[in-house]
């Protein structure tokens, strides 16, 4: 089971100011406007590139950061008296070490980072967490501070999985946790009942036009319906970089030709939940929280 | 270790004549070459659609099959005297079921065929192998025609991986070898010691593409080099479907950016050999054989 610490208001008090650091996608708009609404409202450090140009971060306070930045984080955050820090948003682009300038505060960190950048996505963030944490920052997740973000169990919208889509449900599962635990992605697509794309760092956007394109071109012949599957990775950091689906989501697997998507409840986030459940009904796609996985995740 | 039965010349005596049912690629061609230098030409099926038009297999007795009419193969090798079959080259389309029209001698095949459909590439070549050895032939891997297409250990071609490349050989390993005992792909792509790009059924030359543009949109920004891994998969029916590569694989692999290319010895065949290392030497890129798994092959 994850630990979910489904503890709202954990940014409580006159002394708390939460910092977004801002990937791309939805999720640090969300998260902003959450913290708008509970009088909290957030600065936001947007990594230049990556964030949405319509996702309404330029309303709040915020500044842009370059990725090759990232080591003058820690004295961005403590000018703006930060106290918690989420980091929301997928970050495409990899940084340029060689154009990277550590400060001495940063210099013990240097092996740790070298090993991190080398082990998959999820130690980069680990390292992330655990230089911040040592600075004095609270690191949170998203849930932490939007609780209802987290994927739950059970049907969501008014379709449901055929029975026929249930074999295609298991194998996007199986496939979808096999290349978790190699900390390579996070979904997978299966169509009659075998997994038939596997989501590399390309990303899921990109990965189901990919099963558009086998579609469309007969690669798939005699393949009706299909399924998205997302899951956590085994012993995965729930403060970061969850699994998330959205509206986009599902207009992207209904253009792939898919009957539905299937995410696991607790290790995966929703977004716009309300407009991706009508998004789903209208186009006719079920989406549905799976148990979570037996695997013990990390913190 | 696999069986790798290199034994040449099983096709031997007057009585014995070769089929070859095509499918994409250089395959199917460098067997039909290997078959007329050996004074036994071969009959070829071309598979409607899925034959490179610059195969040279017109030139042999041929005829055109649509994919639909499989089950006619049995009648159609036993016209042409067939012995021994051979399946060559990749066929990327699946039957349309409903217009397939199986007949009689077939229909005990149909509940087998419908399980193989649904059970994965490695299943349904199975199936196949099944009801031809059923029917008489004798089913032979190319390598049984061509023995020296098997790949073999150690370093082709004059460039050797650096140190650096060996995470790279070993991730992209461990991840080939992951998705192929899920019966998904055969290859993945490591780069800076992590697997980023996972083979499903779009194909090797697909996936090269995708690493391509992510190299392009600076998705890999400060990782050089970077290697292509294909394996067998564990218990992979040897006669089928064997992972390959050749000239067409390096020039794919050097659009991407990657410094080399590895795959399992015993378990991949290559395709123009002197061709490959020419152009593999040419651009700079590695290709080495790894010792075979530990896994059993199937037979």
Same mark, same amino acid.
């Given at each position: 089971? +994850?630990?979910?610490?489904?503890?709202?208001?954990?940014? !409580?008090? =006159?002394?708390?100011?939460?910092?977004?650091? =801002?990937?791309?996608?939805?999720?640090p708009g969300t998260i902003a406007q959450s913290l708008k609404k509970q009088a909290s409202p957030p600065y936001i450090l947007m990594v230049e590139g990556e964030t949405d140009p319509d996702s309404g971060l330029e309303d709040y306070d915020h500044e842009v950061m370059v990725l090759?930045?990232? +080591?003058?984080?820690?004295?961005?955050?403590?000018?703006?008296?930060?106290? !918690?820090?989420?980091? =929301?948003?997928?970050?495409?682009?990899?940084?340029?070490?060689?154009?990277m300038r550590p400060?001495?505060?940063?210099?013990?960190?240097? +092996?740790?980072?070298?090993?991190?950048?080398?082990?998959?996505?999820?130690?980069?963030?680990r390292f992330v967490v655990t230089w911040?944490?040592?600075?004095?920052?609270?690191?949170?997740?998203? !849930? #932490?501070?939007? +609780?209802?973000l987290l994927?739950?169990?059970?049907?969501?919208?008014?379709? =449901?999985? #055929?029975?026929?889509?249930?074999?295609?449900?298991?194998?996007?599962?199986?496939?979808?946790?096999?290349?978790?635990?190699?900390?390579?992605? #996070?979904?997978?697509?299966a169509i009659g009942g075998r997994a038939i794309a596997l989501e590399g760092i390309?990303?899921?956007?990109?990965?189901?036009?990919?099963?558009?394109?086998?579609r469309d071109h007969g690669r798939l012949a005699g393949k009706r319906r299909g399924v998205l599957v997302k899951c956590s990775k085994p012993g995965q950091e729930l403060r970061t970089d969850l699994p998330s689906i959205g509206p986009r989501t599902i207009d992207a697997a209904h253009a792939?030709?898919?009957?539905?998507?299937?995410?696991?409840?607790?290790?995966?986030l929703v977004l716009n939940g309300p407009e991706m459940i009508a998004r789903a009904d209208a186009l006719g796609l079920f989406v549905i929280g799976l148990p979570p996985g037996e695997v013990e995740h990390g913190q």
């Amino acid at each position: 089971m +994850p630990r979910t610490e489904t503890s709202s208001g954990l940014v !409580h008090g =006159a002394d708390s100011r939460v910092g977004i650091i =801002a990937g791309g996608g939805a999720l640090p708009g969300t998260i902003a406007q959450s913290l708008k609404k509970q009088a909290s409202p957030p600065y936001i450090l947007m990594v230049e590139g990556e964030t949405d140009p319509d996702s309404g971060l330029e309303d709040y306070d915020h500044e842009v950061m370059v990725l090759e930045d990232a +080591p003058s984080l820690v004295g961005r955050l403590r000018r703006q008296n930060i106290t !918690h820090v989420v980091m =929301a948003g997928e970050i495409k682009r990899r940084p340029r070490l060689a154009a990277m300038r550590p400060g001495f505060g940063m210099l013990r960190y240097v +092996p740790a980072l070298l090993r991190a950048l080398s082990s998959g996505d999820d130690g980069l963030l680990r390292f992330v967490v655990t230089w911040l944490e040592d600075n004095g920052f609270k690191v949170v997740g998203a !849930h #932490q501070i939007v +609780p209802d973000l987290l994927a739950m169990q059970g049907q969501y919208g008014k379709i =449901a999985p #055929q029975k026929a889509d249930w074999p295609d449900i298991e194998a996007g599962r199986i496939a979808a946790e096999a290349i978790g635990a190699l900390d390579i992605g #996070q979904g997978a697509v299966a169509i009659g009942g075998r997994a038939i794309a596997l989501e590399g760092i390309e990303g899921t956007d990109a990965m189901l036009v990919r099963v558009k394109d086998l579609r469309d071109h007969g690669r798939l012949a005699g393949k009706r319906r299909g399924v998205l599957v997302k899951c956590s990775k085994p012993g995965q950091e729930l403060r970061t970089d969850l699994p998330s689906i959205g509206p986009r989501t599902i207009d992207a697997a209904h253009a792939a030709g898919l009957a539905g998507i299937a995410v696991e409840a607790g290790g995966s986030l929703v977004l716009n939940g309300p407009e991706m459940i009508a998004r789903a009904d209208a186009l006719g796609l079920f989406v549905i929280g799976l148990p979570p996985g037996e695997v013990e995740h990390g913190q």
